[in-house]
């Protein structure tokens, strides 16, 4: 059974099973999740889980991919080992262990070993410090290990992978670099993840030593002509760490590292652009090739212009293709502990199906990126270099705003103001520099944005990093859902329509209706915060730009994947019959809150868009997320006491 397009092969000894007997053999590959090894060893394969419906009478071979170059020093083969874990474990994280045993060729990239017992494997590579004191922090040997080759050989001998595509935003394109190990199941993954967008060809490399990271370099000679053409890389310098590539499914880094370049050619620029980038620090000289083609320029009557106000038909949902890593089931298929956004509110096809009524224009309320994101409105700072007075300010912030999509980003950010006195935003880089947020003024409260992207676990992350940072006692998450119930009668009755708001009072997680289905599982309810439910659940109606908007206060349903259709809907619905609709972040959300101990109180407020099903579209999206926004602000603001209705004690 060959599986390499997953980086799996599996052997069946003859003898195996009679002759009258059919066995099913079910493989699931894990790209990611909450797994722990051996100290000294990092991961250089893909987890895998392969189990039968009944045992053979004689064991399996099993032969995983690895990343490790073994070509032409077989020595390198005594640091690779195989690992397990139990698939039933009382609590995550996975615990591995190492066993013996198992085989490494040295030109195939692939280790084999017999099991009988299945449980979860993978392999890892030894990271020690050699004899000669070079590369492996002084660390000791244990009895019995080979010496001489040490963390420095292991470390210059993976192999990694690297994918190039490319999106349209507006305007412009936007073009990512990412790179993860050279396994087929991580490039499988990563392409399933951007199959939106066009994927150019992957190349390989391995880092040249000692630097450890590579650098896009974008002053390079260029053989081909660029004339009207502008590249922008959207971070300097542009380098991506291979320790920070490697981590790369642990359970706080659920999307692989990369660098977003932005690609603009003007209506006179030279109808095709071939700019290329060399890669610095990899061992082989490796160039990337940008390839974008001129746009047609729009007919006359609508040529471009900078406008004063955004439209909203032509704004995209979102940017975030490749961040939400992805599942699947089935015996030739791989799965993830994180799941695929499958369709979402923020990026569902523009069908405009559902509903006659058109969305009243908040074009003055919905600012482009650009607007509050360049350097003329926002100074960029890491968190250990802010001044007294922005550390002050950060100690006042008792409010952190999620968004999730861009959509969502832009429609809080216009609700609020700059805090600096240069009426300049600040955007921090957290402590550990993985994320970031905005400090602003939301009406009398000092507020930290953020924006997760989609799922629970982008959500996680990004609000356990910040919260290292903003000791927040309160989290509020605003943006747009699905609704489940459509009315389609112009009574405010007990079902939802299009931008109706829904404040929750709970939470429901649906999760473990779609991973057992086929079992009746009650699924776990997380109830918001009091205070924050106090402030928000006593408006029935919201009036904003002459639309009367209903108000509901009732259970929200928190998925790892949206729907495509109504019957998908349903299906998973069905046990949660209070829902009113369905979003993507609380789970990642309470989470934090547990791991926290509770120590703030959240509560999430979204706006219906779409129904969930074959009409999505974006065209309420806009005015959506801004009247739910403002909603917010109107409630905060209509406190009897002054001041700060959520400030700190």
């Known amino acids: 059974m060959n599986w390499e397009k997953y980086g799996l092969r599996i052997g069946v000894q003859e003898g195996s099973l009679l002759s009258s007997e059919t066995v099913e053999v079910a493989v699931v590959a894990l790209v990611g999740g909450q797994f722990e090894f051996p100290p000294n060893t990092v991961l250089v394969s893909a987890v895998y ?67 009988k017992e299945f449980c979860l494997l993978c392999i890892l590579a030894r990271i020690l410090g050699d004899d000669g004191g070079g590369g492996g922090g002084g660390q000791q040997q244990p009895q019995g290990q080979r010496a001489g080759i ?10 990694y992978a690297g994918l190039i595509y490319y999106e349209e935003e507006q305007v412009e394109d936007l073009v990512t670099f990412t790179a993860a190990k050279e396994l087929e199941v991580l490039i499988q993954f990563v392409k399933r993840k951007c199959s939106q967008a066009k994927i150019g060809p992957d190349i390989s490399f391995s880092f040249e030593c000692p630097y450890n990271c590579i650098e896009l370099k974008f002053n390079a000679h260029q053989d081909k002509p660029t004339t009207g053409w502008t590249v922008t890389p959207q971070t300097k310098p542009s380098r991506l760490y291979q320790e920070d590539i490697d981590k790369f499914g642990d359970k706080q880094h659920s999307r692989p590292s990369c660098c977003l370049i932005s690609v603009y050619g003007s209506p006179d620029a030279v109808p095709f652009l071939n700019y290329s980038v060399p890669l610095v620090g990899v ?43 992805a599942t699947s089931t089935g015996k030739e298929e791989t799965d993830s502990d994180y799941r695929e956004t ?19 224009d908040v074009s003055e309320f919905f600012p482009k990126l650009e607007d509050f994101e360049s350097e003329e409105k926002i100074t960029k700072k890491y968190s250990t270099h802010l001044t007294k007075e922005e550390q002050e300010f950060i100690e006042k912030v008792n409010v952190i705003l999620v968004t999730a999509t861009t959509i969502e980003y832009r429609a809080v950010m216009g609700a609020t103001e700059p805090t600096g006195g240069d009426k300049k935003y600040i955007k921090v880089i957290t402590k550990d520099r993985s994320t970031n947020f905005i400090l602003a003024k939301y009406g009398l409260c000092n507020v930290a944005v953020i924006m997760t992207e989609q799922g629970p676990d982008n959500t996680q992350r990004v609000l356990t990093s910040v919260l290292d940072d903003v000791k927040a006692e309160f989290v509020i998450a605003i943006g747009i859902c699905y609704g489940v119930k459509e009315d389609k009668t112009e009574e405010l009755g007990d079902k939802t329509k299009l931008a109706n708001i829904i404040v929750a009072k709970s939470i429901v997680n649906t999760e473990h209706q ?9 699924p776990d309810t997380y109830h918001c915060g009091e205070k924050l439910l106090n402030l928000f659940k006593h408006d029935k109606v919201f009036n904003f730009k002459d639309k009367s908007v209903k108000v509901h206060v009732g259970v929200l349903a928190s998925e790892f994947t949206l729907h495509r259709n109504e019957e998908e809907k349903q299906k998973i619905l069905k046990q949660v019959p209070q829902a009113l609709g369905g979003e993507m972040e609380a789970n990642g959300i309470n989470r934090v809150a547990v791991a926290k101990k509770d120590k703030f109180q ?28 403002r909603f917010v602000l109107k409630c905060l603001k209509d406190q009897p006491d002054e001041g700060d209705p959520l400030k700190k004690q």
Not at 603 to 625: C, H, L, M, R, Y
């Open 602 to 629: 959240w509560i999430v407020i979204k706006s219906i868009v779409d129904w969930g099903n074959e009409d999505k579209d974006k065209t309420w999206q806009p005015f959506g997320a801004v009247s739910c926004a």
């Open 514 to 522: 779609r991973s057992e289905e086929k079992r009746n599982v009650l």
């Open 150 to 159: 040490g963390y420095t050989d292991v470390k210059k001998n993976m192999k």
């Open 283 to 325: 061992v082989k000289p490796v160039t990337l090739i940008i390839h974008r083609a001129r746009r047609n320029p729009p007919p006359p009557s609508t040529t471009f212009r900078i406008p004063e106000q955004s439209d909203q038909s032509t704004q995209k949902a979102d940017k975030g293709g490749l961040h939400h890593p």
């Open 342 to 360: 499958l369709g979402s509110t923020g990026a569902g096809p523009d069908s405009s199906k559902s509903d006659d009524e058109k969305p009243p």
């Open 49 to 115: 889980a392969v189990s039968l419906s009944k045992p053979l009478l004689k064991r399996l071979k099993l032969e995983i991919q690895h990343c490790v170059d073994l070509t032409g020093q077989p020595a390198l083969s005594h640091h690779l080992k195989f690992a397990i874990a139990p698939v039933s474990t009382p609590s995550l994280p996975y615990q591995f262990a190492i066993v013996e045993g198992g085989e490494f060729s040295s030109n195939s990239g692939y280790g084999s070993i017999e099991r």
